[in-house]
């Protein structure tokens, strides 16, 4: 007798095929495609769980890249998206204008950092997706700096592990060999400034400690190089896919500082890290003193609750302002065919409504204390070399696998053991996609007790496949 289950499976296969016949998957050696690498056709979401075509459930542990806050197929910001798909689908922003464009601006604008003393962030400028707001930013940067005929701006400063996306401008901004190696010909020459990440560091002094050295290192970078850097860019509180590393709150006050100093812009990149995701609203507010406000910021991937593409990035008056003129050619015109598209706004604004309606910033600090209680299991496993946390994100760094290491950089699936432990995970029940050295955990907030057990269970079974072989 068949298994009630065997059509299922047999359209899964079915999909596969149709799928590796003419699909290019992103960030994929598709060489490994099928047998390395297995394809996991998914029907529907529900909640934090993937569902199969072969009727698998899978744990979404890495919120789909970073994107998924608040669950898969959430009926509100589905019901916002089929309101707006009713009244207005897509219009040129160039010349036109429509209510959710307008209102997502304001209530952005209304909720983002802001520092006593420093005039609020007031414009905001939409793109497609992350990587296109990193580009519009780092142009208006240098866009602003030539308007005020200072020329000689025209360096930009990283930090070291950063990464900020793939297309060109944000690619030469990142420092991942592994995505930038082959393209550096075609990349601007960008400064990298040591990274404040306090791996290993025991305590919170010692993060602080680490926090202000690499201030101190900036600082030299920034006396070395004078008028030549219009912007640093950076991401608060967490590098991501440099590893998830962390770094002390003390950090981002003397970067403010000296930017401020220095006459250079500082652009922080929200992108994975906003929206709830560091255990505030945004991570700049956890800057001591009361926070940080950036000059410029981009925010992506979560801004839509994960449903649709949409970027936006935030500008003080001042940098709107030094744009304004009767020439064409100090008009910023950048563009996207779909900049400020209206159901991209809705769902973001839905989203929104949930981050405050449901109390998320509150709940998710109760997620929080879960997560680091269940991770604190893997402190002593033998593979692991050190557990950390930053809100609702948890990082397990294995000790180097020499073998599969490249350059010492996380690399995304990096070599055999990370193709293993990504495999054992998902036979476990849950969505690992390892960073190199790093497994991580970064859920949908609906996370529940019961789903954070089978994410325990998923990384214990990933890091039996860390350890050496016998």
């Known amino acids: 007798m068949k298994s009630v289950h065997e059509p299922m499976i047999a359209a899964a296969d079915t999909w596969r095929a149709r799928d590796l016949a003419v699909l290019w998957h992103p960030c994929t050696q598709m060489r490994e495609h099928p047998g390395a690498l297995p394809l996991f056709p998914v029907a529907r979401g ?10 698998r459930r899978v744990l979404d542990g890495v919120s789909s890249w970073w994107t998924n806050l608040h669950g898969h197929a959430e009926p509100r910001i589905a019901d916002a998206i089929g309101r707006q798909a009713h009244r207005l689908e897509q219009v040129i922003l160039a010349g036109f204008s429509h209510a959710p464009a307008v209102e997502l601006a304001e209530r952005l604008l209304a909720v983002a950092p802001r520092e006593a003393g420093r005039a609020p962030l007031a414009k905001v400028f939409y793109a497609d997706n992350g990587s296109s707001g990193v580009e519009v930013a780092l142009k208006m940067a240098f866009h602003w700096f030539y308007n ?24 030469s901004v990142g420092d991942i060999p592994l995505y930038r190696r082959v393209y550096a010909p075609l990349l601007l020459e960008a400064l990298f400034a040591p990274s404040p990440d306090a791996f290993g560091a025991p305590d919170a002094a010692a993060a602080e400690a680490c926090a202000h050295a690499a201030a101190d290192a900036l600082a030299a970078m920034l006396e070395a ?11 608060p509180l967490l590098q991501c896919a440099g590893g998830m590393r962390m770094h002390h709150p003390a950090y981002l006050r003397r970067v403010r500082d000296l930017c401020d100093a220095h006459g250079v812009l500082l652009i922080a990149d929200e992108i994975a890290v906003g929206f709830g995701r560091t255990g505030t609203l945004f991570a700049c507010e956890q800057a001591p003193g009361g926070g940080i406000q950036p000059d410029l910021l981009c925010l992506s991937k979560g801004l839509t609750g994960g449903f649709l593409p949409l970027c936006a990035v935030l500008a003080t008056q001042a940098i709107y302002d030094g744009f304004l ?23 973001a604004l839905a989203s929104l409504d949930i981050l405050q309606q449901d109390d998320v910033l509150a709940r998710n600090r109760d997620t929080a204390a879960k997560m680091a209680a269940r991770a604190a299991g893997f402190v ?6 050190e557990v950390r946390q930053t809100g609702m994100v948890v990082a397990i760094e294995l000790h180097p696998d020499t073998a599969s290491a490249e350059d010492g950089h996380a690399v995304e699936i990096a070599g055999r053991r990370g193709l293993r432990m990504y495999r054992a995970a998902l036979d476990a029940g849950a969505l690992l996609r390892p960073l190199g050295d790093v497994l991580y955990w970064m859920p949908p907030y609906c996370i529940d007790d019961a789903q954070l057990d089978v994410l325990a269970t998923a990384t214990a079974a990933a890091l039996e496949e860390a350890l050496p072989c016998a």
């Open 46 to 55: 529900e909640g934090a769980w993937l569902v199969g075509m072969d009727g």
């Open 148 to 171: 005020r005929g200072e020329h000689r701006r025209t360096r930009f400063i990283a930090l070291t592990g950063s990464y900020h996306g793939e297309t060109l401008g944000a690619l």
């Open 225 to 235: 190089h004078p008028g030549e850097v219009c912007a640093l860019i950076l991401e």
């Open 325 to 347: 003129d009767d020439s064409r050619e100090r008009a910023f015109l950048h563009s996207h065919s779909y900049s400020g598209n209206p159901l991209a706004c809705a769902a």
């Open 380 to 385: 002593d496993h033998p593979a692991v070399a």
